[in-house]
């Protein structure tokens, strides 16, 4: 596929005669200096797939504003926006990319107080945070991000498959992320096995517990969709934390990894979910005020009531899957594939 006009290249070592390397820093500490690297790699990564996300929705948005196509009651060849399935596509795409926005955000704000805090309670704290939500902003954003980008090509109909449009760009550009700077396979293996199960879901739980008050706290009639969605998701999530805890201290090894990736987009979607609740509670205090910009509150409150009802309930088949563990995924023998 390729990123194509990318400056990426391949370097070898040695190949005319030997290579000098050096040592920086202590012996056999490289991979944990590595790691200071890696994980602002993985951070950034993960912006990129919001950023394509917002690239592919808005031409989506555009080119679904121009192209005149079919009907709706009363009227004739209408701009394709009009249809329901359409609005869908660009609500799909609009809500998914918002709260891989405000998962990434939220995720650099815990690094920015880990770093600075000087009360070192609260810096481990932030800095266990950031050490769970680093594989999520990773995984899921990316993941979400071929979701997008897929969507913004089917918006496009057949226009989106030819080159012209630059529709399909965006889903060859998302498409590396998964992959580079390390797998996603290997960010939901961090996420089961480092991230959840080595501190017996000491992080996992208090990210749990952090999110529960978004919406209770605030009291807030209007967004009762949204809280009773959550509540449904966090609930989810909690079980799928216990039954991965209970499934790493059995004997099946293959357990943990056959469910790694629906926990990553359980949770992925779950943390989502409760940022746009956050941003719903500030949007409609907002609007309660009359303040702000009015349009882009209610579309803020109308992004996070669409993602309680269309996305959260996903995290319910997620946790089927990490319940279902690993029999069916290990079961057919290597000679039958
Ligand atoms: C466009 C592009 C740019 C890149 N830029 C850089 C760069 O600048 N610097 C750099 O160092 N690298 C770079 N890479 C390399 C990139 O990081 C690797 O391709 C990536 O980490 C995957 O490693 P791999 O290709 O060896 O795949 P493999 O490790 O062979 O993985 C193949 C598949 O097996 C899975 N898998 C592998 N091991 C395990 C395991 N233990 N458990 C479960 N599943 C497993 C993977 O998740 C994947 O699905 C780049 C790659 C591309 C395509």
């Known amino acids: ?12 070592f040695g190949d005319n005669g030997g290579a000098v390397g050096y040592l920086i820093g ?20 993960g912006l990129q797939g919001v950023a394509v996300s917002e690239r592919a929705y808005q031409q989506a948005v555009a080119f679904a504003k121009e192209r005149i196509q079919g009907a709706i009651p009363g009227k004739n060849g209408v701009a394709i926006i009009h249809h329901p399935d359409v609005r869908r596509m660009l609500m799909q795409m609009r809500a998914l990319t918002e709260g891989a926005r ?23 704290y932030h800095q266990r945070r950031v050490d769970l939500l680093t594989p999520l902003v990773k995984g899921w954003c990316t993941e979400i991000s071929l979701e997008v980008a897929s969507l913004g090509i089917q918006v496009h109909g057949g226009m989106g498959y030819v080159e ?19 797998t996603n396979g290997i960010q939901a293996m961090d996420l089961v096995g480092r991230k959840i199960a080595r501190d017996q879901g000491l992080g996992a739980m208090e990210l749990i517990k952090d999110l ?7 009291g807030d009639a209007g967004l009762t969709v949204i809280a009773e969605s959550l509540s449904a998701s966090l609930a989810d999530l909690k079980e799928s934390v216990e039954v991965l805890l209970s499934s790493a201290a059995d004997e099946n090894w293959a357990a943990p990894g056959a469910v ?11 943390v989502a979910g409760a940022m746009l609740a956050k941003s719903a509670v500030a949007a ?18 109308t992004t ?29 023998d290597i000679d039958a594939f």
């Open 260 to 270: 790694a990736h629906n926990m990553l987009m359980l949770m992925g979607t779950c």
């Open 284 to 301: 409609s205090k907002l609007q309660k005020a009359d303040s702000g910009n009015p349009l882009f509150n209610s579309s803020k409150l």
């Open 164 to 182: 012209e449009t630059g529709a399909a760009q965006h889903l060859r550009d998302a498409r590396i992320l998964p992959i580079y700077e390390g």
């Open 102 to 124: 405000a998962m990434a955000y939220s995720a650099l704000a815990h690094e920015d107080r880990a770093h600075k805090l000087e009360d070192q309670e609260q810096s481990r």
């Open 212 to 218: 529960h008050p978004v919406l209770r706290e605030s």
């Open 1 to 12: 596929m390729g990123i194509h006009a990318s400056p990426t290249c391949t370097l070898a």
């Open 304 to 332: 996070a009531n669409f993602f309680a009802e269309h996305v959260l309930p996903r995290t319910a088949s997620y946790l089927a899957a990490v319940k279902a563990g690993s029999d069916s995924v290990m079961a057919l």
């Open 26 to 45: 202590e012996e056999n500490q490289g991979l944990v200096y590595m790691f200071a690297m890696m994980n602002e790699a993985r951070l950034a990564v």
